[in-house]
């Protein structure tokens, strides 16, 4: 419902994309968790993914620095926060063209 189609040129390097490295928090905790957004089927190739098929993937995937996701995660209504996008494959892709 949130999604907007860009070309891979035009996305900016501040939006967490599946293979997205990024730092966020949850609820009110300002505690930092850094995790790497993957599809399920990857999950054994990363010690810090998550799944994007996750309730905490899926309201990371698609925000931008700042924006932060509602959502019932563990059925409790919560927030999930990202901070910052720390590795995008589209960003890295460009710079190494």
Do not use: C, W
Request: charged share 15%.
């Amino acid at each position: 419902m949130r999604a907007t189609i860009v070309d891979e040129e035009q996305l900016p390097a501040t939006i967490a994309t599946i293979g997205s490295t990024v730092e966020f928090h949850e609820g009110g905790s300002e505690l930092k968790r850094v995790g790497t957004l993957v599809h399920l089927s990857d999950d054994a190739f990363y010690n810090n993914a998550i799944p994007v098929l996750t309730p905490v993937g899926a309201a990371l995937i698609g925000l931008s620095e700042g924006q932060i996701s509602y959502g019932a995660l563990g059925g409790r209504l919560s927030t999930i926060t990202l901070v910052k996008v720390l590795y995008q494959p589209e960003a890295n892709s460009r710079a190494q063209s």
